[in-house]
Each structure stands twice: as structure tokens, then as C-alpha cells.
């Protein structure tokens, strides 16, 4: 089986801080790993994803996030947080029963504050 | 395009109705999925279909029927509404069985159950 956790259901970071946003999987066959963005009152939509070849993903925003086999991580990271940036975050994992079923974390909630 | 349409917005239920949750996509997508978002929880597969025809049971199908008549519709029927199902609904497509994970969601239905 296989399942997503996230470290920290709440970050807070101020303006201009970096950003990092912890993801840690586990999967029995090559994983598909995403990650989303959730603005209030709104669907997911997609910031990134890593599913072949190079481990460092850009995505949207300024994020990236980097596939590391060895440790079974997905961390997302911003160098320089904006206030725009608060929003939910969840990460993701598919592949075993198909790669359009996406496994989510609970979500991390990022604030930014000035 | 208006990508993955749900409606109602916003529905109240007592305990026994039942009532279902409309999504349309017009992007041309095979895979159609429900998720139901929970508090600390992230999201969790309800039912998925892979075209017109064929649906399967996600993680939570209890208490949920589907049906995928069109490859443009994904209906969710909630058969005698309990206030465990009270919760945010999204319903979510990709552009094919083999796909690489992108989930284009609908803006999601909240639901309370009373």
C-alpha cells in the first residue's frame, strides 16, 4: 500500500524566508509524487511532479521539490516566501492501482506574515 | 474552457435524504474521480472511473453510488445521508487511464448533514 505523511500541519514563516514544506512517502513500486496547492474556497491545483528522470522538479510560483529515493522524500521548497504563497499545501503518491490515483497527505498549512 | 463543474455549491441534508452531487468536465477526459475532504485527513478516493462504463471503488466508497453514462459526466449519489458524510466533496479528471497524475478538480461541493 501506499500512503503520504507531512510534517507539520501548520508553518508560519515571514516574508522573504524560506520556505520548506516536508513530505515523506512510502510506495512498494517506482512512485508518481505530486504536489498541490489549495487557495481558500477553492479545488487543488497542480504546483508540481516528479514521475521520471531528474529529481529536482521545478514548478510553479518558484517552487521545487526534490525526489530522494534514498530517504523516501518529497520536501517543497521557496526561497523567498511572498504572502500570496499562503494557501494549503498537500503532497501526493500514486502508481500502485494506477497513476491517476493519487494518494494525499493531510495537507500543511502555510502562513506568511510580514 | 470551464474544466471540471460541480454543483450544488453548497447543500444542507437531514439525516435519510439522499441527493447527488453533479460534475461535468469538457476537456474530452477518460478518468473521473471523487474525493471527499476531511479536516487533518487531506483527501481520500471515493470512487474513480477509468471511461463511459466502468466505475470502481476508491478508498470510502460506503454509503456512495456512481454510474459514468458520458465520458463528459461523474454523478455522485449519496443514498441515506449520515452526518459522517458531512464533508467538502471534489471530483477531479485526467486525460487518460495511463496518465501521469495531473487531477484538474472542480471547485468542490460542501456538504452538511444534519
Known amino acids: 500500500a501506499q500512503s503520504v505523511t507531512q510534517l507539520g500541519s501548520h508553518v508560519s514563516v515571514s516574508e522573504g524566508a524560506l520556505v520548506l514544506l516536508r513530505c515523506n512517502y512510502s510506495?512498494?513500486?517506482?512512485?508518481?509524487l505530486f504536489w498541490y496547492v489549495q487557495y481558500p474556497n477553492q479545488g487543488l491545483q497542480l504546483l508540481l511532479k516528479?514521475?521520471?528522470?531528474?529529481?529536482l522538479v521545478k514548478g510553479i510560483n518558484g517552487f521545487e521539490a526534490e525526489f530522494k529515493k534514498s530517504e523516501t522524500s518529497f520536501h517543497l521548497t521557496k526561497p523567498s516566501a511572498h504572502m500570496s504563497d499562503a494557501a494549503e499545501y498537500f503532497c501526493?503518491?500514486?502508481?500502485?492501482?494506477?497513476?491517476?490515483?493519487?494518494?494525499f497527505g493531510a495537507g500543511t498549512r502555510l502562513a506568511v506574515h510580514p | 474552457n470551464a474544466g471540471v463543474t460541480q454543483t450544488p455549491k453548497f447543500q444542507v441534508l437531514k439525516t435519510g435524504q439522499s441527493m447527488t452531487l453533479q460534475c461535468a468536465q469538457d476537456?474530452?477526459?477518460?478518468?473521473m474521480s471523487w474525493y471527499r475532504q476531511d479536516p487533518g485527513m487531506g483527501l481520500r478516493l471515493i470512487h474513480y472511473?477509468?471511461?463511459?462504463?466502468?466505475?470502481d471503488q476508491g478508498e470510502v466508497p460506503n454509503g456512495y453510488n456512481v454510474s459514468r453514462s458520458t465520458t463528459e459526466d461523474f454523478p455522485l449519489r449519496l443514498l441515506s445521508a449520515a452526518p459522517s458524510q458531512t464533508s467538502v466533496y471534489f471530483c477531479?479528471?485526467?486525460?487518460?487511464?495511463?496518465?501521469?497524475?495531473?487531477?484538474?478538480f472542480g471547485e468542490g461541493s460542501r456538504l452538511t448533514v444534519l
Open positions: 477531479a479528471s485526467s486525460y487518460n487511464r495511463g496518465g501521469t497524475g495531473e487531477l484538474f
Open positions: 510506495s512498494s513500486v517506482p512512485p508518481y
Open positions: 516528479y514521475t521520471t528522470g531528474a529529481t
Open positions: 501526493a503518491v500514486s502508481g500502485s492501482g494506477g497513476y491517476n490515483k493519487l494518494i
Open positions: 476537456m474530452n477526459h477518460e478518468y
Open positions: 472511473s477509468v471511461g463511459a462504463g466502468i466505475t
